[in-house]
């Protein structure tokens, strides 16, 4: 079945292949993709579409001397396959040891852990330029697709290049859609691009001073191979379009792109997903039938994403109902929140959705866009927490730490269904604050909630209790529950429990009361402790006799764990906290 | 002397004015802005350069229904004078009635407080949106300087605008050159156009799908008032491209641009500062010193900066020298942050430069391309405290919280200039940490200081003592020996004087070993205290007797303060803080 895949043990093996064999090698690199996709899941379509190209630079340039950055670098199986990492594909047993990203420390051929879009241009901008200080002659690829390109990341990188007077590749990787379809105008661009075999005036490549080829057959291993033979050692920088096909080698891929980006485990024959995840209710479900709603109600309602429509599963039949009250930018975070302030500032009611790991991208716009200026943006982030995305470079564990601190922005972590709908529902239709969600990582819980969230900072007593004081925030919640039960168990102490709702605020009037009764306060939050919202508590009872416990993550970056294995690693079962909390008692 | 200006008092009375009397403004304008300028300083060049387009956009225009963004704002003095505000230039003793920026509290027509570049596509964008989305139609205009476009943000915004079927405006102010010169093929590009009168068949903003006019006349106002009234209540998005010049009307200024960005109070006649800063030294002097030895000592050794080399004090002559070791991105902190990591991680040496509230822009990319992949690159950072910038949007005091929780990410804080270039120093040639220097806010102070940092999160016991330790970080050293003389004098205690050096970790020893012979520990931090050090402090003791006080700033955006005067108002001078020590003991 692997005939020659299992000769190829580095890229050494794949230059001594005859044209026919090149393509043998194509067609069992698919079927060892299909091999990990169907049994694990992972990126498709980017992968599907990069065989031959893939191939081809492993035929012409010579790895790792040559360099190459892939962008996303989810697009790197191929590559993988290539540089000593097949098992991983073929051995069921060894899925575990590749990541599904680019990795240094899997192999020498990686250069970089990649997992958000955009990077890979300034990246190899960078190898490049340490080659030439150090007077190394080596050549430098960047892989890009085309729905990284809007990224500003990107875009500010072509700019840079347009100045660099030495070897440097960029392919641009054109396979016309992004996750979702592709946005701006920067794709007009590129597809009269392809309709004139690269030949259009307007062409944003050379406007950024760059030498431009365009190749149509980027899956024809041998156009790849000439390709990439003509710009070999290139004295300047060059931009190859190549037109590849999302998802070829498999009929569903190809014909339904957006849906076969990635996928859960499938079966080949009929394309299904090989697990159920039954009919319950989801989060994911409660914004879609939210913002379908609202949208009918108010005209001046309008969903913004950086490309990010699954971050909130929305459809493509519910963004064409949705119409002009949808809006994605492409893969543009910054552009996003900027634009979503000005819609607030005129009046209307902007809801930015991405997920948690993404909008670190637009920091600064938050800051000085949205909160410098007071705007009533809504944002509503998913995988805000330790559950979910557990890929170092997908982790939303960090941004508690990085936006609770950012003046005027209202962070709110609902505990519940009831609560989220609520908080919603509130932060669109109020005026006087920027609000930031985090949707709750686990599953979906149901308990009464208020409605109004204008007292900001205005922790809720959910259970009065005496001694201990529990802040169990957002959707660890729950744990606060489970150690409320515990303490009354193993301690009996009937402990007060407090959803603090607000995490960016401190509850100051509740915490100054609890010191009449309460010894202990212990922190439960979905995060890194530093920087979080357990150190706000931790520094307001500084002075005072209050013990103060404080829960969350460490500061690290974790890489593919379990998320209650790692919860137990630090500490926080019901059963580990008692235990902390008999030695102070 | 103003004696059409005095007639202004609102963009009505503009319009009013023949041909003659608006160029007669015109000239008047100037000697209002030479009255503030002269006197207390401010941006020069780029407001010099907008003054006959703003009457125009004034006179064809109706503001403020029909809305301008500028970007950066810091063109807007002559939008001011024309809109109520002429007394914060013609009277001195208005002077401080007017901010530096476009500010929404100072006029209705002003949308947004903006210091950063970059933003009026994304902001203007979304005002049109929302127009849109209320069935409104005024014209909305963004006016984004070339220096500006480098920026992601502008152009993800650029792309964005290339779907918009509506009403929308872009003037592209090309005076060429940013605050430095521009650096990127995207300049190539305007030059081509420049020198074509906009024919040049490579054109970035068509490649954006734009309509495009470009008008050569950029200081003429009745050409500037064809263009305009050509383009009012145009049905879609188009750039018009005018060509100006920047410090026109002041000769010293259009020779000098780079200099006349943004001045210091100076004498008309001869364009000196009216202030000497004396021949002392400046944590500016001092890191060119080194960077100039160090680049001719080691050939991988590179300074990296997005358009600031200001933020260390490098000029024109001094680049030059450095040649392919200094490498300017133009206004792309993104691009500027991955391109060190792709250098750091091929083996070379990279600095980064700018100030701390732009390196926010790059918050994603220093935690994803170079903290995840822990790639040695030092950033160091100019105005990373509450000295020095003061306007709401150019504060340095947030980062500390932002970045200092960021995984893998050395957060250095010296203390004197000795430490400064020792950290610095070690901090380029060491491969094995990410790290980002803050540059003291305060004066140069001399003290002697450790060569080697690599024991991370190891602090410094400046001077032992009992009871009370004192932890200062940085710059706010200083505050600590005042503290400690305080607690010296007025309670005959001698406290553990501790320099942390290490803003974003804990040394858990040294603070264990503490509790044997102190029952309090105050932090003094110049930053944010939600987020920053001393709450990590708080945190570590929370379990002990221990009392921690924190002091640093409050989460708030503080804007044109006087920083002594802040921090007593925090409660935060050496007396001050006695009092609420004397209340523990």
Redesign the interface.
């Known amino acids: 079945m692997y005939d020659i895949l299992n000769s190829i043990n580095a890229p050494a093996d794949v230059k001594r292949l005859s044209a026919a064999e090149l393509k043998q090698l194509a067609s069992e690199m698919r079927e060892a993709l299909f091999n990990r996709l169907t049994k694990i899941g992972g990126h498709f379509g980017p992968n599907f579409g990069m065989v031959e190209a893939t191939i081809a630079l492993h035929y012409v340039f010579d790895s790792p001397a040559d ?1 190459f ?1 892939f962008d996303v670098s989810h697009q790197s199986y191929p590559h993988k396959l290539l540089t000593g990492r097949k098992n991983g594909y073929i051995v069921d047993e060894c899925f575990g040891e590749d990541s599904g990203y680019t990795n ?1 420390e899997e192999s020498g051929h990686d ?6 879009t955009s ?1 890979s241009i ?13 007077n190394d002659t080596e050549n430098v690829i960047a892989v890009i697709s085309d729905g990284s390109l ?4 990107a ?9 660099l007077k030495t070897n440097f590749i960029i392919i641009v990787n054109d396979n016309e859609i992004a996750i979702a379809e592709n ?4 794709y ?2 590129l597809s009269e691009l392809r309709d004139t075999k690269g030949a259009a ?4 490549f ?5 030498d431009y080829i365009y190749e149509e057959n980027g899956n024809d291993i041998q156009s790849m191979i000439a390709l990439f033979k003509k710009v070999k050692d290139i004295d300047h920088p060059v931009v190859l379009h190549i037109h590849t096909k999302k998802g070829l080698g498999y009929e569903l891929a190809e014909k339904n792109k957006e849906a076969w980006h990635w996928t859960m485990p499938f079966d080949r024959e009929t394309g299904k997903p090989k697990f159920s995840f039954g009919d319950g209710e989801s989060y994911t479900g409660l914004t879609i039938n939210y913002i379908m709603k609202k949208a009918k109600e108010d ?2 309602f ?1 969903v913004v994403t950086p490309a990010m429509p699954g971050a909130i599963g929305l459809m493509p039949e519910q963004r064409a109902e949705l119409g ?2 949808y ?1 994605d ?2 893969i ?1 975070e ?2 996003a929140v ?11 009611k ?1 809801l930015v959705v991405t997920n948690m790991t993404f909008i ?2 637009a ?3 938050i ?3 949205v ?3 007071n705007n009533p943006v809504t944002i509503v982030l998913n995988f805000a927490s330790c559950y979910g995305l557990t890929d ?2 997908h982790l939303g564990i ?1 941004g508690l ?2 936006f ?5 922005l209202v962070v709110l972590a609902p505990t519940s269904k009831e609560e989220y709908l609520n908080m919603l529902s509130w932060s669109v239709d109020q005026t006087e604050h920027p609000v930031m969600i985090l949707i709750p990582g686990n599953e979906v819980t149901s308990r009464p909630a208020d409605t109004d969230f204008s007292e900001i900072n205005k922790y809720k007593v959910e259970k009065a209790g005496e001694k201990i004081a529990i802040l169990a925030l957002g959707d660890f919640y729950p744990k606060g529950e489970a150690l409320a039960c515990a303490l009354q168990e193993k301690l009996n102490i009937t402990p007060t429990l407090i959803n603090p709702r607000f995490a960016s605020g401190v509850d100051e009037e509740l915490l100054t009361k609890l010191k009449a009764d309460h010894n202990i306060v212990i922190t439960l939050e979905d995060g ?5 919202f ?3 508590i ?2 307001f ?3 005072d ?1 209050m ?4 829960y969350g993550l460490n ?3 974790y890489d593919r764990y379990d998320p209650e294995e790692l919860l137990r690693s630090l500490g926080m079962t019901a059963e580990q906290i008692v235990e ?1 909390v008999k030695k ?1 008692i």
Chains 1, 2 share one sequence.
């Open positions: 360099k950055v240094p250069f970089f852990n990649v997992g958000h990077t300034a990246l190899a901008l960078g190898l490049a330029k340490a080659r030439d200080l150090k809007s990224g500003g990341e875009m500010e990188a072509l700019n840079a290049a347009g100045e946005h701006g105008g920067l007009r661009n005036s307007a062409n944003i050379k406007s950024f001073g760059l005209e001046r309008v002009d009250q809006m930018v492409g543009a910054e552009a900027a634009i979503a302030s000005g819609i607030a500032k005129n009046g209307a902007p670190q991208r920091y600064d716009q800051s000085q866009d909160c410098i200026n170092v470079t960090f730490a990085a609770s601190n950012i003046p005027n890194i402790l530093e920087g979080g357990g150190q706000k931790a520094s009872y500084g002075k006799c013990k103060v416990l404080n500061k690290e970056f902390d102070l």
